[in-house]
């Protein structure tokens, strides 16, 4: 249990985003989209897939690719079953906020069109069937090396729903394109880092601290491979509750930096 779950009377739920990122003739660009207005989490607010892990994540005989448990847990730093769980989140999440799957067929090779498996990506959404089920059935695997880990950021403890969330990274897989075939969005695009920064400093999009600061951090690669192979080393944030004359504002490294650029483009909203 993180010290966060400790200190607060605020349950904190496991959470998982992935952001798919593709190479362009400008530079990597990765797939965001803008959850509806008055969602209880997040509502207008521009996003990586992603969403809290459920019970029936853990399952120990989850069919599974590429690293094992046991390396996450050590890259993640927690038990395996945490592991093993916030990695099938962050497939399963995937699969059903945007429609890209990341598995493998009992060959080996990589799914390369999940249009074919749209039928269950409806029933996971409506939690009538399992991602372990749903693999099991197909004959596929969590292709968990498609993977990276990337980032762990935990709400404060002034928000009424709290996650503890594990950033991943993973690459379009070849054939695949993702959708908007979700009730929980209403526009989804590919952009670059940088011009979604500036749609933020422009007023055009709204952002939360963790995807303005994910941004930035995939800003700084040229392409796919080389975000892939960076390695960051990984450290829990939970941004400090910290007072201000407009009420109160989260502070982490570069805070100052994204106030400035929300105050630049939302100056006449409150948040």
Known sequence: MSEAQVSTGRPVKDASTVMVIRDSDAGPEVFVARRVKGMAFAGGMTVFPGGGVDSADDDPDLAWTGPAPSWWAERLG???????????????????????????????????????????????????LTFSRFLATEELSLAAGRLRPFDHWITPAVEPRRYDTRFFLAALPGGQEPDDQTTEVDL????????????????????????????????????????????????????????HRDGIRVGFDGSDEYWADYQRGHASTKR
């Open 78 to 128: 927690c038990e395996e079953s945490r592991a093993r769980r916030l990695v099938c989140a962050a497939a399963r999440e995937t699969f059903e906020e945007c429609g890209v799957l990341l598995a493998d067929h009992v060959d080996g090779a990589p799914v390369s069109d999940a249009r074919r498996y749209h039928a269950a990506r409806a029933e996971l959404e409506a939690h009538r």
């Open 188 to 243: 989804t695009r590919w952009a670059r880092p940088a011009e979604l920064l500036d749609d933020f400093r422009s007023g055009r999009s709204l952002l939360l601290p963790p995807t303005w600061k994910q941004l930035h951090h995939l800003a700084e690669f040229a392409d796919v491979a080389s975000a892939l192979d960076s390695e960051r080393p990984i450290t829990p944030v939970e941004p400090e509750i910290l007072e």
